[in-house]
Protein backbone atom coordinates (compact mmCIF):
# COMPACT_ATOMS: atom_id res chain seq x y z
CA UNK A 1 0.00 0.00 0.00
CA UNK A 2 2.78 2.27 1.12
CA UNK A 3 4.32 1.99 -2.33
CA UNK A 4 0.92 2.53 -4.37
CA UNK A 5 0.62 5.84 -2.66
CA UNK A 6 3.69 6.98 -3.03
CA UNK A 7 3.17 5.77 -6.89
CA UNK A 8 0.28 8.09 -7.31
CA UNK A 9 2.24 10.75 -5.32
CA UNK A 10 4.99 11.20 -7.82
CA UNK A 11 1.99 10.75 -10.68
CA UNK A 12 0.12 13.89 -9.40
CA UNK A 13 3.56 15.66 -8.90
CA UNK A 14 3.91 14.86 -12.69
CA UNK A 15 1.06 16.53 -13.79
CA UNK A 16 0.91 19.23 -11.45
CA UNK A 17 0.49 22.77 -12.51
CA UNK A 18 2.42 25.32 -11.46
CA UNK A 19 1.92 27.85 -8.88
CA UNK A 20 3.08 30.94 -10.05
CA UNK A 21 0.84 30.70 -13.40
CA UNK A 22 0.98 34.32 -15.03
CA UNK A 23 -1.07 33.34 -18.32
CA UNK A 24 -4.80 34.60 -17.92
CA UNK A 25 -5.54 34.99 -21.54
CA UNK A 26 -4.88 32.16 -24.66
CA UNK A 27 -4.65 32.97 -28.03
CA UNK A 28 -5.07 29.71 -30.51
CA UNK A 29 -4.49 30.17 -34.18
CA UNK A 30 -4.27 27.21 -36.75
CA UNK A 31 -2.85 27.74 -40.40
CA UNK A 32 -5.36 24.71 -42.27
CA UNK A 33 -2.80 21.95 -43.86
CA UNK A 34 0.35 23.53 -43.21
CA UNK A 35 3.37 21.28 -44.05
CA UNK A 36 5.82 21.10 -41.12
CA UNK A 37 8.52 20.98 -44.15
CA UNK A 38 7.91 24.65 -45.06
CA UNK A 39 7.50 25.75 -41.44
CA UNK A 40 11.17 24.27 -40.37
CA UNK A 41 13.16 24.74 -43.85
CA UNK A 42 11.09 27.49 -45.66
CA UNK A 43 10.50 26.81 -49.45
CA UNK A 44 10.73 23.66 -51.22
CA UNK A 45 13.41 23.66 -54.07
CA UNK A 46 11.74 20.38 -55.30
CA UNK A 47 8.22 22.22 -55.51
CA UNK A 48 9.85 25.82 -56.21
CA UNK A 49 11.19 24.06 -59.14
CA UNK A 50 8.22 22.16 -61.19
CA UNK A 51 6.55 24.41 -63.00
CA UNK A 52 3.43 22.42 -62.92
CA UNK A 53 2.95 24.08 -59.51
CA UNK A 54 5.13 27.23 -59.30
CA UNK A 55 4.03 29.86 -61.58
CA UNK A 56 6.07 32.73 -60.84
CA UNK A 57 9.42 30.86 -59.45
CA UNK A 58 11.71 34.02 -60.18
CA UNK A 59 9.30 36.03 -58.01
CA UNK A 60 9.63 33.61 -55.44
CA UNK A 61 12.81 33.06 -55.21
CA UNK A 62 13.76 37.04 -54.99
CA UNK A 63 10.92 37.03 -51.96
CA UNK A 64 11.68 33.98 -50.10
CA UNK A 65 14.58 32.18 -51.30
CA UNK A 66 18.06 31.22 -49.71
CA UNK A 67 20.68 28.26 -49.94
CA UNK A 68 20.69 28.54 -46.44
CA UNK A 69 17.54 26.54 -44.91
CA UNK A 70 17.08 28.88 -41.34
CA UNK A 71 17.71 31.33 -43.33
CA UNK A 72 15.12 30.36 -45.94
CA UNK A 73 12.25 29.55 -43.13
CA UNK A 74 12.84 32.99 -41.80
CA UNK A 75 12.01 34.64 -44.70
CA UNK A 76 8.36 32.60 -45.05
CA UNK A 77 7.73 32.73 -41.11
CA UNK A 78 9.98 35.99 -39.92
CA UNK A 79 7.86 36.23 -36.83
CA UNK A 80 8.24 31.85 -35.80
CA UNK A 81 11.73 32.07 -36.44
CA UNK A 82 12.49 35.69 -34.68
CA UNK A 83 10.19 36.17 -32.32
CA UNK A 84 8.84 33.01 -31.08
CA UNK A 85 12.02 31.32 -31.92
CA UNK A 86 13.81 33.39 -29.18
CA UNK A 87 10.88 33.93 -26.67
CA UNK A 88 9.10 30.35 -27.24
CA UNK A 89 9.16 27.18 -28.36
CA UNK A 90 8.63 25.00 -32.01
CA UNK A 91 7.82 21.43 -32.43
CA UNK A 92 8.28 19.40 -35.27
CA UNK A 93 11.16 19.27 -37.39
CA UNK A 94 11.64 15.74 -38.40
CA UNK A 95 14.92 15.70 -39.01
CA UNK A 96 15.74 16.76 -35.56
CA UNK A 97 13.65 14.03 -33.69
CA UNK A 98 11.03 16.09 -33.03
CA UNK A 99 7.49 14.32 -33.62
CA UNK A 100 4.22 15.61 -33.80
CA UNK A 101 1.87 13.66 -34.75
CA UNK A 102 -2.10 13.03 -35.30
CA UNK A 103 -3.70 10.44 -33.70
CA UNK A 104 -6.47 9.94 -35.58
CA UNK A 105 -5.98 7.69 -38.67
CA UNK A 106 -8.11 9.76 -41.30
CA UNK A 107 -5.35 13.00 -41.23
CA UNK A 108 -8.13 15.18 -42.59
CA UNK A 109 -9.78 18.41 -41.04
CA UNK A 110 -12.79 17.66 -39.38
CA UNK A 111 -11.00 14.33 -37.32
CA UNK A 112 -8.02 16.98 -36.71
CA UNK A 113 -9.87 19.84 -35.37
CA UNK A 114 -11.55 17.20 -33.40
CA UNK A 115 -8.64 15.84 -31.84
CA UNK A 116 -7.25 19.25 -31.36
CA UNK A 117 -9.92 20.70 -29.25
CA UNK A 118 -11.49 17.32 -27.42
CA UNK A 119 -8.34 15.56 -26.86
CA UNK A 120 -9.97 12.33 -28.06
CA UNK A 121 -8.87 10.88 -31.40
CA UNK A 122 -12.54 9.85 -32.37
CA UNK A 123 -12.51 7.25 -35.10
CA UNK A 124 -16.83 7.83 -35.47
CA UNK A 125 -15.57 11.42 -36.69
CA UNK A 126 -15.06 10.66 -39.58
CA UNK A 127 -15.65 13.17 -42.53
CA UNK A 128 -15.83 16.67 -42.92
CA UNK A 129 -19.56 17.45 -43.09
CA UNK A 130 -21.39 19.59 -41.37
CA UNK A 131 -22.14 17.21 -38.36
CA UNK A 132 -22.60 18.58 -34.40
CA UNK A 133 -19.65 17.55 -32.99
CA UNK A 134 -20.97 15.12 -29.58
CA UNK A 135 -17.79 15.26 -27.81
CA UNK A 136 -16.78 17.80 -25.38
CA UNK A 137 -14.27 20.36 -26.22
CA UNK A 138 -11.76 22.59 -24.20
CA UNK A 139 -13.25 25.95 -25.17
CA UNK A 140 -16.43 25.15 -24.22
CA UNK A 141 -15.18 23.41 -21.01
CA UNK A 142 -13.10 26.88 -20.46
CA UNK A 143 -16.08 28.74 -20.44
CA UNK A 144 -17.76 27.59 -18.48
CA UNK A 145 -15.26 28.48 -15.48
CA UNK A 146 -15.54 31.14 -13.36
CA UNK A 147 -14.12 34.84 -14.67
CA UNK A 148 -14.51 32.93 -18.44
CA UNK A 149 -17.66 32.51 -19.00
CA UNK A 150 -18.61 34.46 -22.19
CA UNK A 151 -14.69 35.59 -22.55
CA UNK A 152 -14.52 32.80 -25.21
CA UNK A 153 -14.89 33.38 -29.18
CA UNK A 154 -13.54 31.97 -32.13
CA UNK A 155 -12.95 33.25 -35.75
CA UNK A 156 -12.74 31.44 -38.90
CA UNK A 157 -12.52 31.52 -42.92
CA UNK A 158 -13.91 27.91 -42.93
CA UNK A 159 -17.32 27.54 -42.52
CA UNK A 160 -17.59 23.77 -40.66
CA UNK A 161 -15.96 24.98 -37.32
CA UNK A 162 -19.56 25.82 -35.88
CA UNK A 163 -20.15 22.29 -36.20
CA UNK A 164 -16.60 20.76 -34.40
CA UNK A 165 -17.12 23.31 -31.58
CA UNK A 166 -21.16 22.84 -31.60
CA UNK A 167 -21.68 26.89 -30.93
CA UNK A 168 -25.74 25.26 -30.82
CA UNK A 169 -24.91 23.07 -27.37
CA UNK A 170 -22.72 25.37 -25.59
CA UNK A 171 -23.47 28.92 -26.93
CA UNK A 172 -19.86 29.36 -27.72
CA UNK A 173 -19.17 33.04 -30.35
CA UNK A 174 -18.45 31.35 -33.89
CA UNK A 175 -17.95 33.90 -36.57
CA UNK A 176 -17.58 31.87 -39.60
CA UNK A 177 -17.26 32.55 -43.84
CA UNK A 178 -19.73 34.58 -44.23
CA UNK A 179 -21.08 35.34 -41.02
CA UNK A 180 -22.12 38.71 -40.26
CA UNK A 181 -19.78 41.29 -38.79
CA UNK A 182 -22.53 42.46 -36.47
CA UNK A 183 -20.88 43.27 -33.04
CA UNK A 184 -20.43 46.09 -31.84
CA UNK A 185 -17.03 47.68 -33.26
CA UNK A 186 -16.20 50.83 -34.93
CA UNK A 187 -14.98 48.52 -38.06
CA UNK A 188 -17.98 46.08 -38.07
CA UNK A 189 -19.84 47.84 -40.99
CA UNK A 190 -16.28 48.46 -42.82
CA UNK A 191 -15.48 44.54 -42.59
CA UNK A 192 -19.17 43.32 -43.53
CA UNK A 193 -19.02 45.34 -46.48
CA UNK A 194 -15.70 43.69 -46.90
CA UNK A 195 -16.73 40.29 -46.77
CA UNK A 196 -19.54 40.80 -49.06
CA UNK A 197 -17.81 42.89 -51.58
CA UNK A 198 -14.71 40.70 -51.89
CA UNK A 199 -13.63 38.25 -54.34
CA UNK A 200 -13.78 34.96 -52.76
CA UNK A 201 -11.44 32.81 -55.09
CA UNK A 202 -12.06 29.65 -52.96
CA UNK A 203 -15.52 30.55 -52.52
CA UNK A 204 -15.28 31.74 -48.55
CA UNK A 205 -14.11 35.00 -46.97
CA UNK A 206 -10.37 35.73 -47.30
CA UNK A 207 -8.00 34.97 -43.95
CA UNK A 208 -6.82 38.59 -43.95
CA UNK A 209 -10.82 39.19 -43.22
CA UNK A 210 -11.65 36.54 -40.42
CA UNK A 211 -8.38 38.05 -39.29
CA UNK A 212 -9.06 41.49 -38.60
CA UNK A 213 -12.84 40.75 -37.44
CA UNK A 214 -11.09 38.74 -34.64
CA UNK A 215 -8.56 41.51 -33.90
CA UNK A 216 -11.27 44.19 -33.64
CA UNK A 217 -13.34 41.98 -31.96
CA UNK A 218 -10.36 40.98 -29.35
CA UNK A 219 -10.19 45.40 -28.73
CA UNK A 220 -13.93 45.60 -28.32
CA UNK A 221 -15.12 42.85 -26.49
CA UNK A 222 -11.63 41.68 -23.98
CA UNK A 223 -12.56 37.67 -24.89
CA UNK A 224 -9.85 35.63 -22.53
CA UNK A 225 -9.68 32.86 -25.20
CA UNK A 226 -9.57 33.53 -28.75
CA UNK A 227 -9.19 31.34 -31.44
CA UNK A 228 -8.57 32.08 -35.02
CA UNK A 229 -8.75 29.76 -37.97
CA UNK A 230 -7.11 30.46 -41.17
CA UNK A 231 -7.94 28.47 -44.27
CA UNK A 232 -6.06 29.68 -47.56
CA UNK A 233 -2.72 27.77 -47.32
CA UNK A 234 -4.48 24.01 -47.26
CA UNK A 235 -7.02 25.43 -50.28
CA UNK A 236 -4.40 26.48 -52.26
CA UNK A 237 -2.14 23.30 -51.59
CA UNK A 238 -5.27 21.16 -53.18
CA UNK A 239 -4.98 23.52 -56.25
CA UNK A 240 -1.47 22.81 -56.71
CA UNK A 241 -0.70 26.48 -56.90
CA UNK A 242 2.45 26.41 -54.62
CA UNK A 243 3.05 30.48 -55.14
CA UNK A 244 0.01 31.11 -53.34
CA UNK A 245 0.42 28.13 -51.08
CA UNK A 246 3.61 30.48 -49.76
CA UNK A 247 2.29 33.45 -49.88
CA UNK A 248 -0.59 32.71 -47.81
CA UNK A 249 1.71 31.18 -45.15
CA UNK A 250 3.54 33.98 -45.10
CA UNK A 251 0.99 36.26 -45.36
CA UNK A 252 -0.78 34.38 -42.22
CA UNK A 253 2.49 34.58 -40.29
CA UNK A 254 2.19 38.06 -40.61
CA UNK A 255 -1.19 38.30 -39.08
CA UNK A 256 -0.15 36.13 -35.93
CA UNK A 257 2.96 38.40 -35.69
CA UNK A 258 0.30 41.52 -35.70
CA UNK A 259 -2.18 39.81 -33.16
CA UNK A 260 1.29 39.56 -30.50
CA UNK A 261 2.20 42.78 -31.16
CA UNK A 262 -1.54 43.86 -30.56
CA UNK A 263 -1.94 41.87 -27.21
CA UNK A 264 1.43 43.17 -25.71
CA UNK A 265 0.06 46.88 -26.63
CA UNK A 266 -3.01 46.34 -24.26
CA UNK A 267 -3.12 46.52 -20.84
CA UNK A 268 -5.26 43.42 -19.93
CA UNK A 269 -3.33 41.23 -22.12
CA UNK A 270 0.11 42.40 -22.27
CA UNK A 271 2.45 39.76 -20.54
CA UNK A 272 -0.28 37.76 -19.24
CA UNK A 273 -1.28 36.35 -22.78
CA UNK A 274 0.17 32.50 -24.33
CA UNK A 275 -0.38 32.26 -28.18
CA UNK A 276 -0.27 28.78 -29.45
CA UNK A 277 -0.14 27.96 -33.58
CA UNK A 278 -0.53 24.54 -34.65
CA UNK A 279 -2.39 22.88 -37.98
CA UNK A 280 -4.90 20.26 -38.29
CA UNK A 281 -3.13 17.92 -40.13
CA UNK A 282 -0.09 17.97 -42.70
CA UNK A 283 0.75 16.74 -46.32
CA UNK A 284 1.98 14.44 -48.67
CA UNK A 285 5.67 14.12 -49.63
CA UNK A 286 6.74 16.00 -52.57
CA UNK A 287 8.87 12.88 -53.72
CA UNK A 288 5.46 10.71 -53.87
CA UNK A 289 3.98 14.13 -55.46
CA UNK A 290 1.45 14.37 -52.98
CA UNK A 291 2.33 17.11 -51.18
CA UNK A 292 -0.83 18.93 -52.24
CA UNK A 293 -3.04 15.78 -50.72
CA UNK A 294 -3.81 14.76 -47.18
CA UNK A 295 -5.86 11.82 -45.73
CA UNK A 296 -5.82 8.13 -44.67
CA UNK A 297 -3.86 6.91 -47.61
CA UNK A 298 -1.10 10.17 -47.24
CA UNK A 299 1.22 8.70 -45.18
CA UNK A 300 3.12 11.50 -43.93
CA UNK A 301 -0.24 13.49 -43.69
CA UNK A 302 -0.33 12.59 -39.74
CA UNK A 303 2.81 14.94 -39.17
CA UNK A 304 1.91 17.98 -37.76
CA UNK A 305 3.68 21.02 -35.74
CA UNK A 306 2.89 23.21 -33.08
CA UNK A 307 4.60 26.59 -31.71
CA UNK A 308 4.03 28.20 -28.31
CA UNK A 309 5.14 31.94 -26.83
CA UNK A 310 4.30 33.56 -23.39
CA UNK A 311 4.68 34.04 -20.13
CA UNK A 312 4.60 30.39 -18.41
CA UNK A 313 7.06 28.91 -21.61
CA UNK A 314 10.16 28.55 -21.23
CA UNK A 315 12.34 30.16 -24.36
CA UNK A 316 13.49 27.39 -25.75
CA UNK A 317 13.60 28.16 -29.27
CA UNK A 318 13.61 24.60 -31.73
CA UNK A 319 12.94 21.81 -29.14
CA UNK A 320 15.64 19.18 -30.92
CA UNK A 321 15.43 17.16 -28.13
CA UNK A 322 13.87 13.74 -29.47
CA UNK A 323 9.52 13.70 -28.19
CA UNK A 324 6.98 12.64 -29.84
CA UNK A 325 3.86 14.44 -28.73
CA UNK A 326 0.65 14.15 -30.41
CA UNK A 327 -2.68 16.40 -31.27
CA UNK A 328 -4.63 15.23 -28.58
CA UNK A 329 -2.05 16.50 -26.34
CA UNK A 330 -3.03 20.51 -27.16
CA UNK A 331 -6.71 20.92 -25.78
CA UNK A 332 -5.42 19.65 -22.50
CA UNK A 333 -2.48 21.88 -22.72
CA UNK A 334 -4.81 24.65 -23.26
CA UNK A 335 -6.50 24.09 -20.39
CA UNK A 336 -3.27 23.71 -18.63
CA UNK A 337 -2.21 27.02 -19.93
CA UNK A 338 -4.80 29.00 -17.90
CA UNK A 339 -4.40 26.69 -14.50
CA UNK A 340 -7.49 24.29 -15.44
CA UNK A 341 -7.11 20.40 -15.81
CA UNK A 342 -9.41 19.27 -18.97
CA UNK A 343 -10.01 15.53 -18.86
CA UNK A 344 -11.29 14.49 -22.28
CA UNK A 345 -14.90 12.64 -22.41
CA UNK A 346 -12.63 9.63 -23.45
CA UNK A 347 -9.22 8.67 -23.59
CA UNK A 348 -6.28 9.57 -21.59
CA UNK A 349 -4.52 12.67 -23.31
CA UNK A 350 -2.39 14.85 -20.71
CA UNK A 351 -0.59 18.23 -21.51
CA UNK A 352 2.94 18.57 -22.88
CA UNK A 353 4.17 19.43 -19.79
CA UNK A 354 7.61 21.62 -21.34
CA UNK A 355 4.85 24.27 -22.67
CA UNK A 356 3.92 24.48 -18.97
CA UNK A 357 6.80 24.82 -16.45
Known sequence: MKKFLIAIFLLQSTFAFPQSRKTENLIIVTLDGMRWQEVFGGVDQAILDNPKYTREKDDIKKLLW???????????????????????QLYGD???GSYVNVANPYKFSYPGYNEIFTGYPD????????????????????NK?????????AFSTWDVPPYFLNKWRNG??????????AYSSPTAKLLDDMQKLSMKPNGERLDIITYVAAREYLKTHQPKVLYISFDETDEYAHQGNYDHFLAAAHAEDGMIADIWNTVQSLPGYKNKTTLMVTCDH????????????????????????????????????????????Y?????????????????PDHGNAEPILSIIH
Open 94 to 96: RNT
Open 327 to 343: QKQIAPTIAALLGFKFV
Open 123 to 142: TAVNSNDKIKNKNTNVLEFI
Open 66 to 88: SDDREERRKKLFPFLWNTVFSQG
Open 172 to 181: LYVNSDQDPI
Open 282 to 325: GRGDKIKDQWRDHGQNVEDAGQIWIAVIGPDTKPLGEVKTPVAL
Open 145 to 153: QKGYQNKVA
